[in-house]
């Protein structure tokens, strides 16, 4: 397709559960961030790789987040043993290339809203 | 830490009215501010700015930068309904280990016909 690409749209899940939330870039893309949405807030800053390289994740809020992009086009964001507070939209963005550059901003996904019963 | 600020929080208007918003930051090693508009979904790219006191422009929004004074301003002149959304500003810190974003919290614009 076009644009990013996420999966599942919606998940709920009961607590303590395991999720994992798919993101498949734009094509071509080297860049794939993930973000954290709370509701009414601004997107706050989870991971980040360049190709299947990890350069990045001090945003993940515990250690039980984790990342992947073992082939450097699709990523997986998994959650284990989920809480009520990791309940949130989970947008993932990608870009064509390392840094920002005119006309290259990061395109975003339409996100995985989860909801932690 | 980086840090962006966008006021107003929320804004009710009509239609025909021109809003200005604004976006302040503090951030190391600032690269550029971009500007998204998020209607429910995905934000959508509106705007990037890395040079002071250049106007970016596309139809009726426009937006420009003082790197001096640390902040930015989103003008939307003829409002329509379908103008309403959350607009995030959003600032890009250049670091060793490539980029990311720190956004604000976003304004609330709603048009009202």
């Known amino acids: 397709g076009a644009g990013v690409s996420q999966s599942p749209r919606y998940k709920v899940a009961k607590r303590g559960q395991d999720v994992a939330l798919r993101c498949d870039p734009i094509?071509?893309?080297?860049?794939l961030f993930w973000y954290q949405q709370a509701l009414g807030q601004g997107p706050e800053f989870l991971t980040y790789f360049q190709n299947e390289a990890q350069l990045d994740k001090s945003g993940l809020p515990s250690d039980r987040f984790f990342a992947e992009r073992p082939e450097g086009s699709v990523s997986t964001l998994k959650i284990q043993r989920t809480q009520q507070e990791d309940s949130a939209v989970y947008l993932c963005?990608?870009?064509?290339?390392?840094?920002?550059?005119?006309?290259?901003?990061?395109?975003f996904g339409d996100g995985t809203r989860l909801s932690i019963l | 830490e980086d840090k962006v600020v966008q006021s107003p929080l929320s804004l009710v208007v009509h239609e025909g009215d021109t809003v200005t918003l604004n976006c302040s930051y503090e951030?190391?090693?600032?690269?550029?501010l971009l500007w998204y508009k998020q209607e429910k979904k995905a934000p959508t790219f509106l705007f990037m700015l890395?040079?002071?006191?250049i106007e970016k422009k596309s139809g009726r929004l426009s937006s420009i930068l003082d790197k001096k004074e640390l902040f930015s301003i989103l003008n939307i002149t003829a409002t329509q309904t379908g103008d309403s959304a959350v607009y995030l500003c959003a600032v890009e810190a250049q670091e060793t280990s490539g980029s990311r974003l720190t956004f604000g919290e976003g304004t609330q614009l709603t048009v009202n016909p």
């Open positions: 963005a990608s870009s064509l290339a390392l840094y920002i550059r005119a006309g290259q901003p990061q395109h």
């Open positions: 951030v190391t090693n600032f690269r550029s």
């Open positions: 890395t040079s002071s006191g």
């Open positions: 094509s071509g893309h080297v860049s």
